[in-house]
């Protein structure tokens, strides 16, 4: 499923926002995000900030942005 990956201030989540569907996710789940026109695999995690892990780099997600997300 393609779509947006996007914070909810509201329930200090983030969500996946499909065409049809719009769900919460969870610490440790696995999908693709879009860097640089490319999709790579990631997982997503909670310390004291929410951020992706991808091959052996991290970063914060910035809860103002949306980003570009396959969910398998």
Do not use: T
């Not at 004291?48 to 914060?60: A, E, G, K, P």
Request: aromatic share 20%; hydrophobic share 35%.
């Amino acid at each position: 499923m393609m779509g947006k990956l996007v914070y909810s201030k509201e329930k200090e989540c983030w969500y996946f926002k499909g065409k049809e569907n719009h769900f919460p996710i969870s610490c440790g789940e696995h999908l693709q995000i879009k860097i640089f026109n490319k999709y790579r695999p990631c997982r997503v995690e909670l310390a004291h900030d929410w951020y992706v892990i991808l091959d052996n780099i991290s970063f914060v997600l910035f809860k103002s942005f949306s980003y570009d997300v396959k969910y398998y």
